[in-house]
């Protein structure tokens, strides 16, 4: 089956600055890699998401990169302020978002410093 | 948006017992919907995918006669954890996807504490 690992598990960066979480995956059937925002004790929230058709994809502060070939996909939040700080996840679908379940992977904790 | 609910947002109950957890698309259909649990500062595993009409498809490690799935509707999924133990404690949170977006939208998940 399919494995998403995650990088770094924790993140810390000073309000203003950019932060860049990474994940590789395992099965090159993968076409859908969406990136969820985590509060705790609340559902994960959809941020972005970016199919295999396309390497990159931007919605105004975030963006999210992908490398199909090296099979790895990037997070990127730029101008970070504090309302950023939260766990993100990394997913992985065979199927698109509707037909298959996804692949998680461990979460990156995101820290804005003030 | 989509919107996804759950009901119970918590429970507790007592080893042993069975517990129900009911997964609803609001506004939209969804012939499939995903169960998955969260351990505390843990990621997501899917533990089924539930199909209205038909059979759950249980993912490898998940007892499907412990966690029974019934896709009763094309707006209702539940999840019963029957029997249970105090290892069954957790997060347990259903999304169901929506055409269009083609994506998955995440209920507000349901915290089991067993004693």
């Known amino acids: 089956g399919e494995n998403v690992e995650q990088h770094p598990s924790t993140l810390s960066v000073q309000e203003g600055d950019s932060a860049v979480i990474k994940c590789t995956y395992s099965?090159?059937?993968?076409?859908?890699f969406p990136w969820y925002k985590q509060e705790l004790g609340k559902r994960p929230q959809l941020i972005i998401d970016?199919?295999?058709?396309?390497g990159e994809k931007k919605d105004q502060r975030i963006a999210v990169t992908l490398n199909k070939t090296a099979k790895h996909f990037s997070l990127h939040i730029t101008e970070t302020q504090p309302e950023d700080s939260a766990v993100y996840f990394c997913a992985a679908s065979t199927r698109g978002g509707g037909a298959d379940g996804l692949t998680f992977g461990k979460g990156t904790h995101l820290i804005i410093q003030p | 948006g989509a919107v996804v609910s759950q009901h119970p947002s918590w429970v507790i109950c007592k080893s042993g017992t069975s517990v129900k957890i009911e997964c609803r698309s609001l506004?939209?259909?969804?012939?499939?919907m995903f169960w998955y649990r969260q351990f505390p500062k843990q990621s997501l595993m899917l533990m089924a995918t539930?199909?209205?009409?038909?059979?759950?498809?249980?993912e490898q490690g998940v007892e499907k006669d412990k966690f029974l799935i019934n896709h009763a509707s094309l707006t209702l999924s539940t999840l019963t954890v029957t029997s249970a133990h105090p290892e069954d404690s957790s997060f347990y949170i259903c999304?169901?996807?929506?055409?269009?977006?083609?994506?998955?939208?995440f209920g507000p998940g349901t915290r089991l504490t067993v004693l």
């Open positions: 099965d090159s059937a993968s076409n859908y």
């Open positions: 970016i199919r295999s058709n396309v």
């Open positions: 539930s199909n209205e009409g038909s059979k759950a498809t249980y």
């Open positions: 999304s169901a996807p929506r055409q269009g977006p083609d994506t998955q939208y």
């Open positions: 506004d939209f259909q969804a012939t499939t």
